[in-house]
């Protein structure tokens, strides 16, 4: 009997994910553990492989669909010594097959509206699928040409489509709007439809009111890819139900800076290249591992029933990439030396712009740091992480004038930040913590042993 392949989980709170690429094509003979398709989630870009052996027979859903929901059917595969044709037709019922290049989207019918509440959608494997038309055909868009519709007043069920698969895309609409394309039944008026007479639009308002506030063509909409509404659910999350304070403090880096250079300079050669180049920010993250470890009531998590006390300071460290941000983790890092932080943070940071990281090399961790030095930022608070309960914001390091003695000098001086969750790290702990990293940074012969 055919066999039915379907979206992964590919982590434990993924609900859906965008079929960016398939490996495979219609007819291909695959066996378990061939890499079939590319899954974009809102963190990373991962490989999918079959689980059984057989023969292509639909790829149900399209190269470059978005949305696509957990468990929902993708393609289908004939086993051996089945009919690969039969295979294929038993996916029709199951999942909306995608279109030919260059189709047409179907037409809507003209007949109006039944007078009644509208019933839920039934579920559509592909998220393109935005419209549904009378007599039950489905019209496929991008995100993009959804809000315009929706903004213009446009039926999509209406517009054929130009994009892969006969998707409607942004170009369509637009020339559905120049011609005068068909406008979708008008929607009762609401008195959230109407203008706003504030000048400022209030907290929450919908995209709508928002809009009203702006000079038509002064601007574009760019719709929030997984990534963005991810970050931006998390942060809402965070600081909604985590009541943060902050301890800053200054530390002095020329006997680190000190260091690191005499480190760099021997390390041993590979390949014609320095076996490791440690960075400042490698050194951080040791220093924050070595002071989770000194300080293990400050290394914890909280939850509603308990306190959450970590055996190892696993440092997540936040990595800008297009789009947004991740924060790979060094597992274990107090136990890691530096050397090995270094290669370890250059290999995650370099996949993690590529959108290929695993979910387990991002996800959990016990603390994190971001780092904006390297920006010219002096010194910020970082919003803290679930389930963290710390971050550590850290500053660049610039000379200045210090007092010591009771004589001025001139030292690198670095400013951090540490943002804490008080349910779990109060005052006094946050304080100890922020000390013992201090210390690190400013006698970093201790990372070493």
């Not at 308990?306 to 924060?327: C, E, W, Y």
């Amino acid at each position: 009997m055919p066999i039915n392949i379907t979206m992964p989980a590919l982590s434990p709170t993924m609900e859906e994910g965008n079929l960016s690429k398939w490996l495979v094509k219609e007819g291909d003979k695959v066996k378990s553990g061939d890499v079939i398709a590319e899954i974009e989630t809102d963190k990373a870009t991962m490989e999918v492989e079959a689980v059984d052996e057989g023969t292509v027979a639909k790829l149900v859903v399209a190269a470059g669909t978005e949305g696509v929901k957990v468990n929902a059917l993708i393609a289908v595969l004939a086993a051996d010594g089945e009919d690969v044709s039969a295979a294929a037709s038993s996916a029709g019922s199951a999942a909306p097959a995608p279109k030919a290049d260059g189709a047409a989207a179907p037409k809507a019918q003209a007949a109006p509206a039944p007078a009644q509440s509208t019933p839920a959608a039934a579920p559509v494997t592909t998220a393109a699928a935005a419209s549904v038309s009378s007599d039950g055909n489905r019209t496929f868009s991008s995100p993009l040409a959804r809000r315009l519709a929706k903004e213009a007043g446009i039926d999509l069920s209406a517009v054929a489509g130009s994009g892969p698969h006969g998707r409607v895309v942004k170009s369509d609409i637009e020339a559905a709007v120049a011609g005068g394309g068909a406008k979708a039944a008008a929607a009762p008026v609401s008195a959230a439809a109407a203008p706003a007479p504030a000048a400022a639009a209030p907290k929450g308002a919908s995209e709508e009111a928002v809009l009203k506030l702006f000079e038509p063509g002064s601007y574009e909409l760019v719709p929030h890819d997984g990534m963005r509404k991810t970050i931006a659910r998390r942060l809402v999350e965070s600081k909604q139900t985590i009541p943060h304070f902050y301890v800053s403090v200054d530390c002095e880096l020329d006997a680190l800076l000190a260091l690191r250079a005499q480190l760099n300079d021997a390390a041993p050669r590979k390949d014609n290249a320095p076996a490791y180049k440690l960075s400042v920010n490698d050194m951080v993250i040791k220093a924050m591992a070595l002071a989770l470890r000194d300080v293990p009531d400050a290394n914890v998590s909280w939850t509603d029933s308990n306190m959450v006390k970590h055996k190892h300071a696993d440092v997540g460290v936040a990595v800008s990439i297009p789009g947004g941000l991740i924060t790979p983790i060094i597992r274990k890092a107090e136990e890691k030396t530096l050397s090995t932080i270094s290669n370890e943070m250059r290999d995650l940071g370099k996949r993690a712009k590529d959108r290929k990281l695993k979910p387990e090399e991002y996800q959990g961790g016990t603390s994190s740091v971001s780092n904006m030095g390297m920006m010219g930022v002096k010194n910020f608070a970082a919003v803290v992480n679930p389930p963290h309960a710390t971050i550590l914001a850290v500053g660049a390091g610039e000379q200045r004038v210090v007092v010591k003695k009771g004589e001025m000098a001139i030292a690198t001086v670095m400013s951090v930040t540490l943002s804490t969750d008080h349910r779990c790290v109060d005052g006094a702990l946050g304080a100890e913590l922020l000390q013992a990293f201090k210390g690190y940074i400013e006698n970093p012969m201790g990372m070493l042993v």
